[in-house]
């Protein structure tokens, strides 16, 4: 079984340019989630799609940053413009959510690494 | 003050020993406790989950819950230098729909 699939895993821009992430899930998974992680910190969510619609995006900070999830399957998360303060690790996860705990394991992609200049 | 606190280490042991990683938390109302293994350039990837309080074994791999003093741990019996990565605990108010992380420790074990 494939995992969780992002691209770009590396990306350097400088800053007040745009950048996309993209994230292919696990099929089958209905539950999507965007994560932030800084060097030296834990995970912290940004956004959480249930099938098509955004469920969490309290974090998400809507300003600069947006995503999408078209059909219910992939997602691209978008900041416009960046900053320096962006540069961090942008992780994407993906559970079934259904049933008991064990079915809301989150499978993690690797990420995709950025550098604001 | 953190929700979930986590000695980021890093903690390095010789390969055999056992290593004993924790963390301690503010919010009483969480119920679901996890701990995360990420390598370097990975993703984390889920160890082990627990609820409520009491320990759970899974091989090599112990994770304990103590709810009254807000305390949680993980031990590693017989270490390998392949659990050299980052180990996160992370926490849920329920199920995985929201889930708090600590910052991570970093363990090395040493052949």
């Known amino acids: 079984e494939a995992g969780v699939v992002q691209s770009p895993r590396y990306k350097i821009i400088e800053k007040k340019q745009p950048v996309a992430f993209w994230c292919n899930p696990i099929?089958?998974?209905?539950?999507l989630y965007w994560y932030l992680q800084n060097l030296g910190q834990g995970p912290e969510l940004l956004i959480r799609y249930e099938n098509e619609e955004a469920v969490d995006d309290s974090q998400l900070p809507k300003d600069r940053f947006s995503a999408e999830r078209l059909k219910g399957v992939d997602s691209t998360l978008k900041i416009q413009p960046a900053e320096l303060g962006d540069s961090a690790v942008y992780l994407c996860?993906?559970?079934?959510?259904?049933?008991?705990?064990?079915?809301?394991?989150?499978?993690f992609g690797p990420g995709t690494r950025l550098t604001v200049l | 003050q953190k929700e979930v606190e986590q000695d980021p280490g890093p903690l390095s042991v010789p390969e055999g020993a056992i290593v004993s990683l924790n963390c301690t938390y503010s919010?009483?109302?969480?119920?679901?406790f996890m701990w995360y293994r990420q390598y370097s350039r990975k993703g984390p990837e889920l160890l082990m989950y627990?609820?409520?309080?009491g320990n759970k074994e899974d091989g090599r791999f112990t994770a304990q819950v103590d709810k009254s003093s807000k305390y949680i741990s993980l031990f590693i019996r017989d270490s390998q230098p392949s659990d050299s990565a980052t180990y996160l605990c992370?926490?849920?108010?329920?199920?995985?729909?929201?889930?708090?992380f600590g910052t991570g420790t970093k363990l090395q074990v040493i052949p």
């Open positions: 996860a993906s559970s079934q959510s259904r049933g008991g705990l064990a079915n809301n394991e989150q499978f």
């Open positions: 627990t609820y409520s309080s």
């Open positions: 099929s089958g998974h209905n539950t």
């Open positions: 992370a926490m849920s108010l329920g199920g995985y729909q929201k889930v708090t």
């Open positions: 919010n009483s109302a969480f119920q679901y």
